[in-house]
C-alpha cells in the first residue's frame, strides 16, 4: 500500500536549533508540497516541487526556512535557526500530475506529519 | 490567484442529523475539486472529488457533494451524520491547466462535532 513516509514523526528542540524533516513522496509521484499546519493559520502551502523543481517557495521565510529535492525520492525541509512561532505539524504531500489529463490532477497524498515543537 | 471560503467554521450537530458544509472558490477556469477530510491527530485524507460529468458526485462513508458552476460552489452533504464523522473538513479547488497546475488551494477548514 502505497504512502507518503515523513520522518521524524515528533520533534521536541530548543530555540536557534536546526531542524531537518524529511519526505519519501509515493514512487511515480512528480508532484510534492509541503505544508504547514497550525490552530491559528490553518494549512499553509510551504512548497512545492514538480519534477523535483521548485515551483513556488513564496510561503516560506526565505531567511529561515529551505526546501530541496535531491533527487526524487527525497523531499526536505529544512529551519535554521527555528524560533517557537515554527512549532507546528509539518506535511508533505505527494501528488501526480498530468498535463491535459483531468481525471488526474491534483489527488493529494498526504504522510503523517512531523510535530515540531520548539522551545 | 485562486481562493476558497468555507463559510461554516465549527458546526456542531447530533447523530442522525443532516450536514451540508458550505464552500465557493473563485476561479474563471475550469477547476478541479476536491473534499479532503482530517480526523483527529491524522493526516488529511480524500473525501470525494470532481473532475467533470455529474455535478453530484459520492464519495466515501455516505458523504456527497454537488458542484453548482454558476454559483461557484461545492458543498459538501450527508443525509445523517455518526459521532465518528467528526473531524476537519477541507475544500479545495486545483486549477487543471496554467502555471498552477495541480496545485491545491485550501479552505480554512469547518470543524465539525458530532454529539452521541
Known amino acids: 500500500d502505497a504512502r507518503v513516509t515523513q520522518t521524524p514523526r515528533h520533534k521536541v528542540t530548543e530555540m536557534g536549533q536546526e531542524v531537518t524533516m524529511r519526505c519519501q513522496p509515493i514512487l511515480g509521484h512528480n508532484t510534492v508540497f509541503w505544508y504547514r499546519q497550525t490552530m491559528m493559520q490553518g494549512l499553509e502551502l510551504l512548497a512545492y516541487?514538480?519534477?523535483?523543481?521548485?515551483?513556488?517557495d513564496s510561503g516560506m521565510p526565505k531567511d529561515r526556512f529551505s526546501a530541496e529535492m535531491p533527487d526524487a525520492t527525497l523531499a526536505t525541509l529544512k529551519i535554521q535557526p527555528s524560533e517557537p512561532r515554527d512549532s507546528a505539524v509539518y506535511f508533505c504531500?505527494?501528488?501526480?500530475?498530468?498535463?491535459?489529463?483531468?481525471?488526474?490532477?491534483?489527488?493529494?497524498?498526504f504522510g503523517e506529519g512531523s510535530r515540531l515543537t520548539v522551545l | 490567484a485562486q481562493s476558497v471560503s468555507q463559510h461554516n467554521h465549527h458546526v456542531i450537530l447530533s447523530e442522525a442529523a443532516s450536514l451540508e458544509l458550505g464552500c465557493n472558490y473563485s476561479?474563471?477556469?475550469?477547476?478541479?475539486l476536491f473534499w479532503y477530510v482530517q480526523y483527529p491527530g491524522q493526516h488529511l485524507q480524500l473525501l470525494l472529488k470532481y473532475f467533470s460529468g455529474d455535478p453530484l458526485v459520492k464519495g466515501i462513508k455516505g458523504f456527497e457533494a454537488e458542484f453548482i458552476k454558476s454559483k461557484f460552489s461545492f458543498n459538501l452533504r450527508k443525509p445523517s451524520v455518526q459521532w465518528s464523522d467528526t473531524a476537519e473538513y477541507f475544500c479545495?479547488?486545483?486549477?487543471?491547466?496554467?502555471?498552477?497546475?495541480?496545485?491545491?488551494?485550501f479552505g480554512r477548514g469547518t470543524q465539525l462535532t458530532v454529539w452521541p
Open positions: 479545495a479547488p486545483v486549477a487543471d491547466r496554467g502555471s498552477t497546475l495541480g496545485r491545491l488551494y
Open positions: 504531500a505527494s501528488g501526480l500530475v498530468v498535463v491535459g489529463d483531468r481525471g488526474r490532477s491534483g489527488e493529494l497524498f
Open positions: 476561479y474563471g477556469g475550469t477547476v478541479n
Open positions: 516541487f514538480r519534477n523535483r523543481a521548485p515551483l513556488d
